[in-house]
């Protein structure tokens, strides 16, 4: 395959990112790309803002640290405004692009908006192959089907724990082979639609988006002596863990703390 797409989503980073890695092996050059979709941004019939400004702030803070570690490694990244079954056929026409790599999706929204880009790429003659990034365990290696998933959380807890394993994680790649990409133009809250909310003086914590930012704040608080306590075991302490990097990664690191080494 000559070309390839990456389509980012939430899935902003390097480290065990199964898409890229996919990509990168079937494509001679990817090309990564990230669209900013306005509907996402949108105030609802309920009057409730569908993004607020601070998870918005922390996306563009996410797609920029992206955008950088991407250049890094000799590649970059395109970033549109619009929705992605206009945008992503545009693209893929511009670049020459076969096919699509990008994040399964399993949400109904996300699900639907998949099915539209699918055939919207296939009318160019570029296809479009997903991957599950967002789990901790893969659907493919659960000890049942998905239809039988159980209703509570302990006897699904139980079961994995007998009977999956996680997956090892993917390594952040080094060298990525693109072609010539233009110089990423990152929207602001303002070009959203949106406002900067004032930082509440009470937050013990101000986060910064971004994949180093995550490993910084997750070496941090697991590697640093008494900053962590194990609440009872690693199969449940990782379900506390909400950043932009994979939850196999987060697991590892408390498998560490618990004395349990798996090569990260």
């Keep these: 395959m000559h070309r390839a797409l990456v389509w980012f989503k939430t899935d902003l980073r390097l480290h065990d990112n199964e898409t890229l890695v996919k990509a990168i092996e079937q494509a001679n050059e990817v090309v990564p790309v990230y669209i900013f979709n306005p509907a996402d941004y949108i105030t609802t019939e309920f009057d409730f803002a569908k993004t607020g400004s601070y998870r918005a702030q922390f996306i563009i803070e996410c797609v920029a640290a992206l955008a950088k570690a991407l250049q890094a490694a000799g590649s970059g990244l395109i970033v549109k405004t619009g929705n992605p079954v206009d945008v992503l056929p545009e693209l893929a026409a511009e670049y020459n692009a076969t096919k699509v790599f990008a994040k399964k999706e399993v949400s109904y929204e996300e699900k639907l908006q998949e099915e539209q ?13 997903t991957y599950s990034t967002s789990t901790l365990y893969h659907a493919e290696d659960l000890p049942f089907s998905i239809k039988d998933i159980p209703d509570v959380f302990t006897s699904f807890r139980k079961k994995i724990e007998k009977e999956s394993t996680v997956r090892p994680v993917f390594n952040a790649p080094e060298k990525i082979a693109s072609p010539t990409l233009p110089k990423p133009k990152i929207p602001t809250l303002k070009d959203l639609g949106l406002k900067r909310a004032a930082i509440d003086t009470r937050a013990v914590l101000q986060f910064t988006g971004g994949e180093d930012e995550a490993l910084k704040r997750v ?38 703390r618990h004395g349990i080494f798996i090569k990260l």
């Design 219 to 256: 070496n941090h608080y697991f590697l640093k002596p008494k900053l962590y306590q194990p609440i009872k075991k690693p199969a449940t302490d990782w379900l506390v863990l909400t950043t932009r990097l994979s939850y196999r990664y987060g697991w590892r690191m408390v498998a560490y």
């Design 117 to 129: 880009v699918e055939a919207a790429l296939w009318k160019v003659h570029c296809t479009l192959e």
